[in-house]
């Protein structure tokens, strides 16, 4: 990809024809055809509420995480396709064409990646649907504990949240492939409705950045609460 200086936050402006959300829109799209047939081969996912997310403009959809079938999952039930940030980790080997092909983003969480930060907000500028698993890595899948980057990329972009909680992809094992939840077995998808990170004020502070994580982490606890609920998880 061609690198062109530029001014801004992220430290280099994109263009249209660099955009990640254009050159990698249709990689998505693959994607999210892949995920579809292997999570309906494999599980037997309950989704719930997809239409909430929008039919079309920038959307992040920030995810519980607590298995790594989690982004599979989400990518193979949600109504868009979708642009997941995955740890520079997982690129290895024949996964990162893989990866890179389906239009996902790697990034560095060691330190502040600029150029997943510009890949994202690319995708978001082109319209798409950015997944972010918020918590970071794989915990409980409480949304208990965010990072900043969910509030940065929703403030910075305007793009609305829409909350995300997958349950029932931890607990029990399956017994033919150690590590993945019983074949066959239903996993739930739960999409919440879609709501705005910033308080009015266009404020990209470090002050408003913080005020707008503690209103996220609310909306997605509350959101993983319900959805508990509603699913008897």
Same mark, same amino acid.
């Given at each position: 990809?061609?690198?062109?200086?530029?001014?801004?936050?992220? /430290?280099?402006? +994109?263009?249209?024809?660099?955009?990640?959300?254009?050159?990698?829109?249709?990689?998505?799209?693959?994607?999210?055809?892949?995920?579809?047939?292997?999570?309906?081969?494999?599980?037997?996912?309950? +989704?719930? /509420?997809?239409?909430? *997310?929008?039919?079309?403009?920038? +959307?992040?959809?920030? *995810?519980?995480?607590?298995?790594?079938?989690?982004?599979?999952?989400?990518?193979?039930? &949600?109504?868009?396709?979708?642009?997941?940030?995955?740890?520079?980790?997982?690129?290895?080997?024949?996964?990162?064409?893989?990866?890179?092909?389906?239009?996902? %983003?790697?990034?560095?969480?060691?330190?502040?990646?600029?150029?997943?930060?510009?890949?994202? !907000?690319? *995708?978001?500028?082109?319209?798409?649907? !950015?997944?972010?698993?918020?918590?970071? @890595?794989?915990?409980? /899948?409480?949304?208990?504990? !965010?990072?900043?980057?969910?509030?940065?990329? &929703? +403030?910075?972009?305007?793009?609305?949240?829409?909350?995300?909680? *997958?349950?029932? @992809?931890?607990?029990?094992?399956?017994? %033919?492939?150690?590590?993945?939840?019983? %074949?066959?077995?239903?996993?739930?998808?739960?999409?919440?409705?879609?709501?705005?990170?910033?308080?009015?004020? /266009?404020?990209?502070?470090?002050?408003?950045?913080?005020?707008?994580?503690?209103?996220?982490?609310?909306?997605? &606890? &509350?959101?993983?609460?319900?959805?508990?609920? %509603?699913?008897?998880?």
């Amino acid at each position: 990809m061609r690198r062109h200086p530029g001014r801004g936050e992220a /430290g280099r402006q +994109v263009t249209e024809k660099d955009s990640p959300g254009v050159a990698t829109r249709r990689g998505a799209a693959v994607g999210r055809g892949i995920g579809i047939g292997l999570m309906y081969g494999l599980w037997k996912p309950r +989704v719930l /509420g997809s239409w909430r *997310v929008p039919a079309s403009g920038p +959307v992040i959809l920030a *995810v519980n995480h607590a298995h790594n079938v989690d982004g599979p999952m989400v990518m193979g039930t &949600a109504p868009r396709p979708v642009h997941f940030l995955i740890k520079k980790e997982a690129f290895v080997g024949p996964l990162d064409p893989f990866l890179r092909g389906i239009g996902q %983003l790697k990034v560095d969480r060691s330190g502040a990646d600029r150029a997943a930060v510009t890949d994202a !907000l690319g *995708v978001l500028r082109d319209g798409g649907v !950015l997944g972010i698993f918020p918590e970071g @890595s794989r915990g409980e /899948g409480d949304f208990a504990s !965010l990072r900043a980057g969910l509030a940065y990329f &929703a +403030v910075r972009s305007g793009a609305p949240i829409v909350p995300v909680a *997958v349950l029932g @992809s931890t607990g029990r094992r399956s017994r %033919l492939i150690r590590g993945v939840p019983p %074949l066959r077995g239903r996993v739930d998808v739960v999409f919440g409705d879609a709501f705005d990170a910033g308080d009015g004020s /266009g404020r990209r502070t470090r002050k408003a950045l913080d005020e707008a994580t503690v209103r996220i982490q609310e909306r997605l &606890a &509350a959101h993983l609460a319900g959805a508990r609920r %509603l699913t008897g998880r």
